[in-house]
């Protein structure tokens, strides 16, 4: 296709998850993309992961509120910096009733305050089946992946890189209003989470180290301390709205906190929402 002049934005790919015994093991096949006969038998490749989700701190209960939840593990350690702890950090952001979801990959070297290499991950992903199907497996053995089944599975969605624009500097400045997810207690001696609004924080984008605008609406900010590398990630929508020259806005947050030895040491989830007054043109 790139002979011809067909670059493609993307690759589309099928992930099949599990969990055992507090370990999420994931199974991704990534699909290229082929034309004439080979659309009766696309190629692919496989990639296996596991990732333990017992290691303090991890997801809060009250992610599913938040609409993200976290999984980070250990990467070997660079060749020119054999010394430094390699942290492969990765959130998952849930949107339209949790059926889709953004999936943020990236490599941190937390010592040096920076981010390892040049590749920063973001998948689409939606939900095509509640249980681990064997979809993947079968695939990997047997080849016979054909593109109607492609094409059903992506229910002729675009490339959402191509459809969501990164949000503006404007979308990310001024004053928002914050919930944090905090237990209430009830007659029966439980402690549920609920999003409660704990006042307005002012927004500058200047405060931070460095800031990534990425496409879907999703955002990398870090911040450098004396004793902890900071990142916070984030997926800012804009919320559909009945009141006349209005714009609304809600920003889903996670905060990690590392320390020199690559550990999370903190993880902070919120809510932001701002409403703005459209601009003239």
């Known amino acids: 296709m790139v002979e011809w002049g067909e670059i493609p934005p993307g690759f589309e790919t099928l ?22 006969c080979a659309c009766d038998n696309l190629p692919t490749t496989t990639t296996q992961s596991t990732h333990p989700l017992n290691d303090p701190p991890s997801n809060t ?19 020119q910096a054999p010394n430094e702890p390699v ?3 990765n959130t998952c952001f849930y949107t339209n009733g949790h ?7 990236m490599s941190l070297l937390p010592k040096s305050r920076k981010f390892s290499g040049k590749t920063i991950s973001l998948t689409h992903e939606s939900k095509t089946s509640p249980t681990p199907t064997s ?18 599975l992506l229910n002729s969605r675009k490339h959402f890189a191509d459809s969501v ?29 609920e999003l409660i609004r704990v006042g307005p924080v002012v927004e500058n984008e200047d405060t931070f180290s460095s800031a990534l605008r990425l496409p879907g609406g999703v955002v990398v900010r870090t911040t450098d301390t004396a004793s902890s590398f900071v990142v916070e ?7 559909p709205t009945a009141v006349s020259g209005k714009r609304e806005w809600r920003k889903l947050v996670v905060e990690r906190s590392y320390d020199d030895d690559g550990k999370l040491t903190k ?3 919120w809510v932001d929402e701002k409403r703005e007054v459209k601009k003239r043109p």
Not at 17 to 34: A, G
Not at 61 to 79: M, Q, V, W
Not at 99 to 105: A, G, N, Y
Not at 176 to 187: E, H, K, L, S
């Open 135 to 152: 979809l993947v497996e079968d695939v990997t053995k047997g080849g016979g992946l054909d593109s109607a089944l492609m094409a059903k």
């Open 165 to 193: 624009r990164p949000p503006l500097l404007r979308h990310l400045r001024g004053t928002w209003m914050r919930y944090f997810p905090i237990p209430t207690a009830t007659a029966t001696g439980t402690t549920p989470y």
């Open 15 to 36: 992930c099949c998850e599990s969990i055992k015994n507090s370990v999420l093991s994931r199974s991704v096949l990534q699909i290229y993309p082929e034309v004439g």
């Open 233 to 239: 990630t984030s997926l800012i929508e804009e919320l």
């Open 61 to 79: 209960p009250h992610s599913a509120l938040t609409g993200a939840s976290i999984f980070d593990s250990k990467l070997p350690p660079l060749a």
């Open 99 to 105: 059926k889709d979801r953004l999936r943020l990959s």
């Open 87 to 89: 942290v492969s950090a």
């Open 267 to 269: 993880v902070a989830h």
